[in-house]
């Protein structure tokens, strides 16, 4: 998604990040630099979803695929670069449904799910915004009162 959105800025889908560049660093100025849409109510939803993860994705060829080197191999795991990376949507389903390696479990709680990803991110920043911002899209909660507990499910 990050590569997305990386890719559509550089490519000039948008003027706002050389907008943004040129305010900063050129002009230097203070106020808020003119960006296009300038109001957050005239931002269109299909645009956006148009614009970064259509018309720019790895699977189209018109954004970089992320991978591993070839000389990482899956049995190196202390050398995995994906370790400084935020956990992709596919990786946080997979430890909310249980088939994550790490998950010990087929329920969890949205508590564990970012105490689990803090501990393998190391505590990378952004993480739990992330996690949070997929298990509001992708997720809904199943209460259950004998255990006081708000459970995870993935919604399918």
């Not at 490519?11 to 002009?27: H, I, M």
């Not at 400084?84 to 909310?96: D, G, H, N, Q, Y």
């Not at 997929?134 to 499910?153: A, N, P, T």
């Amino acid at each position: 998604m990050e590569m997305n959105i990386a890719t559509a800025f550089c490519s000039g889908a948008t003027p706002d990040f050389e907008t943004g560049v040129r305010a900063v660093l050129v002009d230097k100025i203070k106020e808020r630099p003119n960006w296009t849409p300038s109001r957050l109510e005239d931002v269109n939803d299909s645009e956006i979803l148009k614009t970064f993860f259509s018309t720019y994705t790895p699977e189209a060829g018109t954004a970089p695929k992320l991978a591993p080197p070839d000389y990482l191999t899956s049995a190196d795991k202390l050398m995995d670069p994906m370790r400084f990376a935020l956990p992709t949507e596919a990786e946080i389903r997979s430890m909310v449904d249980g088939s994550h390696k790490s998950s010990g479990a087929t329920e969890i709680t949205l508590d564990e799910l970012l105490a689990k990803f803090d501990i393998l991110r190391n505590g990378k920043i952004g993480v739990r915004e992330k996690i949070l911002e997929v298990v509001e899209r992708k997720c809904i909660f199943e209460e259950d009162k004998h255990m006081d507990k708000k459970w995870l499910k993935w919604k399918h």
